[in-house]
């Protein structure tokens, strides 16, 4: 087994090996505009995984795909003879998620801000729910007919009262 720093560099030197190799030896005409994205390799470093990029349609995508693994004995060759390592690693070309993930992204955001548009028009029309002040408070009409007759009650009850077992003065 090898260090994880071992494996980034072998990694890295695969990678531009790779991409030098496909952009001036393969005279494939089924190769499309290839860019080699990335390269993992296994922690025994006998197994690298390629992953590319084509730009164009499906047709090129496919044409590419086929030049690559044509010429796959021949990059493997190139890296070992480049990298001078015991075992050169078997090469798997994988092509590459991240222009269609990127793609996928872009539609999330662009119906995400059509989203956020509906909402902005709706919010620049839009009134608060109830009343602009939302506390209670007493209705004025209500309270002076009620006031009225609670003192009228009170005026009455407020009247002195003899004690009881003593003559009533007013008698």
Known sequence: MSSQAR?????????????AAVELRIKDP??????????????????????????????????SAAALEAATGMLRSEVGR?????????LAFIPDAVPENAAHVEDLLRQAAAADAIVHERAANARFAGDPDPYRKPAPSQ?????????????VTAAPQAPVGEPDPAD
């Open 7 to 19: 494996q980034r560099k072998m990694a890295e030197r695969i990678k531009e090996i790779v991409a």
């Open 30 to 63: 089924r190769l499309g505009f290839v860019t080699i994205t990335d390269v993992r390799v296994t922690p025994d470093l006998r197994e690298a995984s390629v992953f590319y990029t084509v730009y164009g349609d499906d047709a090129a995508r496919a044409g």
């Open 82 to 90: 480049q990298t001078g390592v015991k075992f050169t690693p078997s």
């Open 143 to 155: 309270d002076a007919s009620q006031d009225a007759g609670q003192d009228d009650i009170e005026d």
